[in-house]
């Protein structure tokens, strides 16, 4: 099973951006965590009900983070997968929430609704069939028909597509699909959420930065740790790619390597899952942390602001 795991990107006020996710888009709420790195800071996940891989994005929320700007060597647009009787719906919705967004148009045969969120990252609804009786969470005001079904998949703004072309399909098992003026699209065999890339060639343009409303990295999916070291060693041999050591994010395990455009890359596993600290029904109820910081909760919860309940 290829494909992309989860988006991790940066935001700024986390209750804001816990509202927007849960209740404007009706995602799930499915961890509560911090940032392994700086601990003082929330790590916020949503998705579809489980936690599905390629359902799953994630937020550093750094509310004093400079604004970020798109550009050369990042992801330029996350989007999200809804059934295609489904737009018109979220359009009407984003008129009456209020979230900006552009008129829709099409994309290799297919509607799409570019819009963003509060930090000004920049988000896609496209619609496809047929995914209705694909897994969503419809525990809010969306009705279940008209519900997110996790990731169609992300766009990436870079000079020049060969070299990140030559990695999606040789380690990380994408299929090189069709080209539409600039934009060239990698699909994943497999069927499901999270399995398309984007590259859209932009030549000399502006570098991108780092800050809110950008993509901090992009995950892709391993099914288990040998399938994770295989793509690893293929990266290193073929492409003279050096990933870190695997990393144990609690809920999955990591390899990170920075692909040839600039883009932070992961390989996540799909084990262990988001239900291997609380029970499915609950997930993102509580602030979950791994063992080596429990013995600092107390300090950790004292420095993390309050979140509301998710919807």
């Known amino acids: ?8 990107a940066i935001a700024g006020k986390p209750t804001q951006n816990l509202g927007f996710y849960t209740r404007t888009l009706g995602m799930r709420f499915v ?7 700086d601990p003082t800071t929330y790590h916020l996940y949503y998705g ?33 997968r809804v059934p295609v009787k489904s737009l018109g719906y979220w359009v009407n919705r984003f008129v009456e929430k209020g979230v900006p967004h552009k008129a829709p148009e099409k994309r290799f045969g297919e509607p799409v609704l570019g819009f963003s969120d509060p930090d000004g990252l920049a988000l896609a609804l496209v619609g496809v069939e047929p995914i209705e009786e694909e897994a969503t969470w419809a525990n809010g005001d969306i009705p279940a028909e008209h519900a997110i079904r996790g990731f169609h998949g992300v766009t990436l703004l870079l000079a020049e597509a060969a070299s990140t072309a030559e990695v999606l399909t040789n380690a990380l098992g994408f299929k090189a699909d ?17 399995g398309i890339v984007d590259i859209r060639e932009a030549g000399n343009f502006l570098a991108g930065r780092m800050g809110g409303g950008t993509v901090h990295h992009i995950a892709f999916r391993a099914t288990s740790d040998a399938e994770q070291a ?20 609690q809920y999955f395990r990591s390899v990170y390597f920075n692909e040839p455009g600039g883009v932070l890359f992961e390989i996540a596993t799909d084990q262990p899952g988001f239900a291997v600290d609380e029970p499915l029904a609950s997930l993102g109820s509580e602030l979950k942390l791994p063992a080596f910081l429990e013995p600092r909760r107390k300090y950790i919860e004292s420095a993390l602001p309050p979140l509301p309940k998710a919807a």
């Open 1 to 8: 099973m290829h494909g992309i795991h989860h988006v991790t």
């Open 31 to 37: 961890k509560k965590t911090v940032n392994f790195d």
């Open 48 to 80: 579809n009900e489980a936690g599905q891989p390629g359902t799953i994005l994630t937020f550093f929320p750094w509310e004093h983070a400079a604004p970020g700007r798109a550009g050369i060597g990042m992801a330029q647009e996350t989007s999200f």
């Open 178 to 194: 069709s080209r539409e003026n600039s934009l060239l699209r990698f699909r994943s065999p497999a069927a499901g959420p999270g």
């Open 230 to 249: 295989s793509m690893a060693n293929k990266l290193l041999s073929d492409h003279g790619i050096r990933t870190t050591p695997q990393i144990d994010r």
